[in-house]
């Protein structure tokens, strides 16, 4: 059987302000005509569904809009609830959405729930595990859990294992063996993070939490990744649909799709004259999103607003060659009482934008100061 597998669709996500739901929408529309090609049995869908735990009515619709398109596919549904989702609201109606083959698990009761899928002579069983913290287990078993791996660990000893069956697990946790972005909420240290090794009793365990594709220890312990880049430390990640097949001797093949939206987040750099020069604007699409990067040596003037007049969806500007933690306070009176007022000037210049001043400057500086007391 052939499964797309997706996570932290975020829905409803805003970038410094910029709605993203339109390109949310496009990537699923990406999502359905891959499912449409490979002609796919389900869709897993691992957590953090929504952005926040109460989503703007566009986010709902989209998602409502999207299971809606699956199941005139006569597509299953799988999905679990992540930390950003609100457990009770993802999972309103979800006993009535077993109808039409969409099965939603949001709230872990002290079992891992399962579902079977059976094709010709090929079974598979899906077990769902929401996002789960160890409080909830503490509570659930009244015993003493003393972190993540433990928590973790005593659901999935529940979990009901098919042995002449494929068993795939949904998970939305933070397994050791992956390396988050910036995009995501963190724990102090590696305090939420769990050991891959309780994975390995599934086939496959599809899991959500981490923004970038990867694997967390083997292979078959993988996350798919955002649709959309949600940081400046995704850039050059490339984001991809993941399609999983399982084979009859319970083997599985995935298959990463390469995902290619009409806009993209992209970081230029340069001098702020470069980046408004015609022949650079014209290299660009302006339809991206930009993290800009100025080399100038000292702040432009109302810079975001002059370069927001060309690239109208920019997410951050930053400063590559001004060093930020050279501070005034760090500059010595006394010491320089011996220096000409030339030599404190450029080492105050160095210090506060860490480079040397240059002929140029030097000159424009000493020009200023004979002014000065040619006007005394």
Same mark, same amino acid.
């Given at each position: 059987?052939?499964?797309?597998?997706?996570?932290?669709?975020?829905?409803?996500?805003?970038?410094?302000?910029?709605?993203?739901?339109?390109?949310?929408?496009?990537?699923?529309?990406?999502?359905?005509?891959?499912?449409?090609?490979?002609?796919?049995?389900?869709?897993?869908?691992?957590?953090?569904?929504?952005?926040?735990?109460?989503?703007?009515?566009?986010?709902?619709?989209?998602?409502?809009?999207?299971?809606?398109?699956?199941?005139?596919? %006569?597509? =299953?549904?799988?999905?679990?609830?992540?930390?950003?989702?609100?457990?009770?609201?993802?999972?309103?109606?979800?006993?009535?959405?077993?109808? %039409?083959?969409?099965?939603?698990?949001?709230?872990?009761?002290? +079992?891992?729930?399962?579902?079977?899928?059976?094709?010709? =002579?090929?079974?598979?069983?899906?077990? $769902?595990?929401?996002?789960?913290? @160890?409080? /909830?287990?503490?509570?659930?078993?009244?015993?003493?859990?003393?972190?993540? &791996?433990?928590?973790?660990?005593?659901?999935?000893?529940?979990? !009901?294992?098919?042995?002449?069956?494929?068993?795939?697990?949904? %998970?939305?946790?933070?397994?050791?063996?992956?390396?988050?972005?910036?995009?995501?909420?963190?724990?102090?240290?590696?305090?939420?993070?769990?050991?891959?090794?309780?994975?390995?009793?599934?086939?496959?365990?599809?899991?959500?939490?981490?923004?970038? @594709?990867?694997?967390?220890?083997?292979?078959?312990?993988?996350?798919?990744?955002?649709?959309?880049?949600?940081?400046?430390?995704?850039?050059?990640?490339?984001? &991809?649909?993941?399609?999983?097949?399982?084979?009859?001797?319970?083997?599985?093949?995935?298959?990463?799709?390469?995902?290619?939206?009409?806009?993209?987040?992209?970081?230029?750099?340069?001098?702020?004259?470069?980046?408004?020069?015609?022949?650079?604007?014209?290299?660009?699409?302006? =339809?991206?999103?930009?993290?800009?990067?100025?080399?100038?040596?000292?702040?432009?003037?109302?810079?975001?607003?002059?370069?927001?007049?060309?690239?109208?969806?920019?997410?951050?500007?930053?400063?590559?060659?001004?060093?930020?933690?050279? +501070?005034?306070?760090?500059?010595? @009176?006394?010491?320089?009482?011996?220096?000409? @007022?030339?030599?404190?000037? +450029?080492? $105050?210049?160095?210090?506060? !934008?860490?480079?040397?001043?240059?002929?140029? /400057?030097?000159?424009?500086?000493?020009?200023?100061? +004979?002014?000065?007391?040619?006007?005394?």
């Amino acid at each position: 059987m052939k499964f797309i597998h997706l996570a932290d669709l975020h829905l409803g996500k805003k970038l410094f302000g910029y709605d993203l739901i339109e390109e949310q929408k496009e990537a699923l529309e990406a999502v359905l005509q891959i499912a449409d090609q490979q002609q796919v049995d389900g869709v897993l869908i691992c957590g953090d569904v929504y952005d926040t735990a109460i989503p703007p009515v566009n986010a709902i619709d989209l998602l409502d809009w999207f299971l809606n398109e699956l199941n005139h596919r %006569s597509i =299953d549904v799988f999905m679990i609830s992540g930390n950003h989702d609100s457990a009770g609201r993802l999972g309103f109606g979800n006993e009535l959405m077993k109808a %039409s083959s969409i099965h939603i698990q949001t709230e872990w009761k002290g +079992e891992i729930e399962y579902v079977d899928l059976n094709k010709s =002579d090929e079974s598979v069983r899906i077990h $769902f595990l929401p996002f789960l913290r @160890p409080a /909830q287990v503490r509570l659930q078993y009244e015993c003493e859990v003393e972190n993540w &791996s433990d928590a973790i660990r005593l659901a999935l000893d529940q979990a !009901n294992l098919k042995a002449d069956a494929t068993n795939i697990l949904l %998970s939305h946790q933070f397994y050791k063996g992956a390396s988050a972005s910036d995009s995501e909420i963190a724990y102090v240290g590696t305090l939420d993070e769990v050991d891959s090794a309780v994975l390995e009793k599934f086939d496959y365990a599809a899991l959500g939490h981490l923004h970038r @594709p990867q694997k967390a220890g083997r292979e078959n312990n993988w996350y798919p990744g955002t649709l959309l880049k949600f940081s400046a430390s995704e850039i050059t990640t490339e984001k &991809s649909i993941t399609m999983i097949e399982t084979k009859m001797d319970h083997s599985i093949e995935k298959t990463l799709f390469p995902l290619q939206l009409s806009c993209d987040f992209v970081k230029i750099e340069g001098t702020f004259e470069q980046l408004v020069s015609r022949e650079f604007r014209q290299k660009q699409n302006l =339809d991206h999103y930009f993290y800009i990067v100025l080399d100038d040596q000292q702040e432009i003037y109302d810079a975001f607003e002059k370069l927001h007049a060309i690239y109208p969806k920019i997410l951050s500007i930053s400063y590559a060659k001004i060093r930020r933690e050279n +501070e005034i306070s760090d500059y010595k @009176p006394l010491e320089a009482s011996h220096k000409t @007022p030339q030599m404190i000037i +450029e080492e $105050f210049f160095a210090l506060q !934008n860490g480079v040397q001043m240059d002929e140029h /400057q030097a000159k424009l500086i000493q020009s200023c100061w +004979e002014a000065l007391h040619e006007a005394d």
